[in-house]
């Protein structure tokens, strides 16, 4: 069942403005984003320590037309860290600014990631690096990993679908 407003009604607009209000706001997420991984090239390193880290793993099974099972296998890091900025303590969590589809439900974390887990113990030492305009905010690698390229992608694609719905729905009728 398709509902469908007359061209120009009341509910056509409102429709419309949704989509525009869901595009831009997808827009304007993933710039902030990509803006705050471009200046974490730039944040200040500090010593962290691991409270808790690991790996978790999950296997997607699926059937293709033929009927063939197809398994993959999910690794997702899992990782909090404690560090010190001019006495007060902080938690951090993140391994990149955009790590959205980090070890999601179909992909893989980068083994560099799973590696880098896998090398520090609860309890010891390892560098993470710190907003100096807010300090609450840190990461372990900086800049974008190749999956938060991904992100960027999809999320621009999104919006510029959804924008380009709003317009298609304002201006017909």
Partial sequence: MVIEFPPGSIMDKIVGVIFFAIGVYV???????????????????VEA????????YSENVSYDQDGIKQTSH????????KYEIRGVSYNGNRIYWIDALLGSKHLTAPMHVIDFIGEIDPGEK?????DPTN?????????VSYYGVFDICISLIA?????YAAITILTRG
């Fill in 159 to 163: 919006s510029a679908l959804c924008i």
């Fill in 126 to 130: 390892f560098t993470v690096y710190f």
């Fill in 135 to 143: 300090v609450k905010r840190s990461v372990v690698f900086r800049g």
């Fill in 27 to 45: 827009l304007i997420s993933i710039l902030c984003d990509v803006f705050r991984s471009y200046q974490s090239m730039t944040w200040l390193p």
């Fill in 49 to 56: 320590v691991m409270i808790k880290n690991g790996i978790s």
């Fill in 74 to 81: 999910v690794y997702k890091p899992e990782i909090t860290y």
